[in-house]
Structures are given as C-alpha cells and as structure tokens.
C-alpha cells in the first residue's frame, strides 16, 4: 500500500484539539493519567509531538516507526515510551481494506506532577529514572500482553484507582531490563515554540536526508543564520555539535537495515552516507561499541531473525 512521504516538520499537538470525538478522555473527568485508542487510518496518526510521555502499544498491523531521528519497524506487541516533544508517528504499512478499528493502545501523562510529587513522597523517585531514559524514547521487549491488561485496568478505573494501577504499570517499566533507547536526538534548551519548531525542522531535514551530503554551513544559510550562530543554537538544543549528531543519526540508520535487511555492510555504509568504510567501521565501533558485523549477530539473536 503507497503511503505518503513523512512530513518533515513536526505538529504540536495542544491541547485543545483532543477532542472526545477522536476518543481522548477528558482531563476534568480522569485526571493526569489519560487512555486514548484508535484505529487506523486517523488523523491522530502524524508526525507530530507533545507536552506529555506517551506510553504507545501496537495492537495491529506492522510498519515503520519513526521516533525522533530513529527508524525501524513494528508489529503488535511494540511498546514504546516517548518523552514530552520527542516526535512520533507510526505508519502501517499492510492495511487492510477499510483499515482497522484498532491499532493503538495509548496512554499520556504529564512531568511536573509526578516530578513535584517525588519531592514529598519517596517512592515515586524510582521512576525518575525510566522518565530521564524516555527522553530518547524506549522500546520494551516482550511487554505487549502485559501492557494490554494495565491499558484495559487503567481504561476502567477511575481517581486513586486508576493512580494506583498506573504506578503499578510505571512499576513495571522501571524495573524492566529488555529494552532499547531510540533516538539520539533529545531537545536540550530553547527558550520558545518558535525555536523548538526550528530545531525540529532542522532535525527533518537530517533525519529525511541520510545518504546526502549536509553540511552546517548549507543548513545555516538554509535556515537564515550564519554558521557559527548555527553551531551554537544546534549545541544548545541537542547536546551534540552538528558532525557528532550526523554520525549518531547515520550510524542508527546503520543499525536498523543491519537488523532488518540483509545488504553487505558496505552497501550500507553508503546508504547511510559514509563514503569511506573504514571511517563507517571506526564511527560504528565509536558510537556501538561493537563492529557492524557483531552488531547484525546480536540483533539476529535479540529479534530472532
């Protein structure tokens, strides 16, 4: 099934358009922990990003997965957390006729009441952690059953109990240990919507172009700065100069058609845009801690491939 390019830019996604129609929860009836699904095709289903976490489970259909500058593929049973303005978008790509009434387990919650929180009661701290690591998104393996129970018990549940269930479940997520980070890009500090929408245009047109040749010079001037004021806004907000995020976002390109393809490594190299695959092996060893060749066995073991 064709489906359209993804768009590079990212939505916000406020408030006000989370309409009971689409089939969110109003937060005046459930509080800060809400449930949304959804069937797809939909118009929730974009590249878009939000104030809260979402904890996101795939009941139906495989695709691709997009979270932030990380690609790769799903099918039922995919679980994964994202942090607040970290953009997302999941695209089936075997639809049926018609679509399909459900595709998506979903449930959104805030930073600040449970950070505030943790100060006075103890025992939320422990999920600090996990909160810190969704910053780049996390893929949990082998939690799909369970997810779709604690989504069903929180879904029915109202005030304290539905608190209670979801701690349980936060419980959970923090504790486990077969899981994945995704993306390298992390929004660090910028100071309004406008430079947040930049940095996320910015990241598209890294994350859409990977085998061409970009430089920071060509961006700056793409985006009306000079290089150095480029340089300096780029560092600020993802914690990376502009080369060590183009291998980071090259070599999790490398990962996934590692994992999910069998082309030479060469090939790949290229794919991704290193012309050299010495410089590709030594960018791989730096940034994995592996070759690229250990790293296709252990993912053939991990995903059973």
């Not at 950070?115 to 600090?128: K, N, T, V």
């Not at 150095?228 to 976002?249: I, K, L, M």
């Amino acid at each position: 099934m064709p489906t359209k390019p993804r768009q590079l830019s990212p939505e916000l996604e406020h408030d006000y358009v989370r309409s009971p129609e689409l089939g969110y929860e109003r937060p005046e009836e459930v509080g800060i922990v809400r449930c949304l699904s959804h069937g797809f095709p939909t118009p929730l289903a974009r590249w878009h990003y939000h104030d809260e976490y979402e904890l996101h489970l795939i009941t139906a259909t495989s695709g691709k997965a997009f979270v932030g500058d990380w690609i790769g593929q799903f099918q039922p049973g995919h679980l994964v957390l994202t942090g607040p303005r970290l953009p997302h978008n999941w695209i089936s790509m075997d639809l049926p006729d018609g679509g399909v009434a459900e595709r998506d387990l979903v449930i959104q919650f805030p930073h600040e009441p449970i950070e505030q929180s943790s100060r006075a009661i103890p025992e939320l701290r422990s999920a600090l952690p996990l909160l810190e690591r969704a910053r780049h998104g996390i893929e949990f393996f082998d939690m799909g059953a369970k997810a779709q129970l604690y989504w069903q018990r929180i879904k029915t549940t109202q005030g304290l109990a539905r608190f209670a269930v979801f701690c349980e479940f936060l419980n959970e997520l923090a504790r486990c240990s077969e899981y994945r980070l995704l993306s390298t890009a992390q929004i660090q500090s910028v100071d309004n919507d406008a430079q947040l929408d930049q940095i996320n245009a910015i990241l598209g047109r890294i994350t859409g172009q990977f085998g061409d040749i970009l430089s920071a010079a060509d961006l700056a001037e793409e985006f009306g700065m000079s290089e150095s004021r480029f340089s300096r806004f780029f560092r600020r907000a993802t914690g990376n100069t502009f080369t060590d995020f183009v291998n980071h976002v090259r070599i999790n390109r490398a990962c996934q058609l590692l994992t999910a393809s069998d082309q030479q490594i060469t090939a790949i190299a290229f794919e991704v845009g290193f012309n050299n695959l010495a410089n590709f092996n030594r960018r791989f060893l730096d940034i994995k801690g592996m070759t690229p060749r250990d790293y296709r066995r252990q993912g053939a073991k991990l995903f059973n491939a």
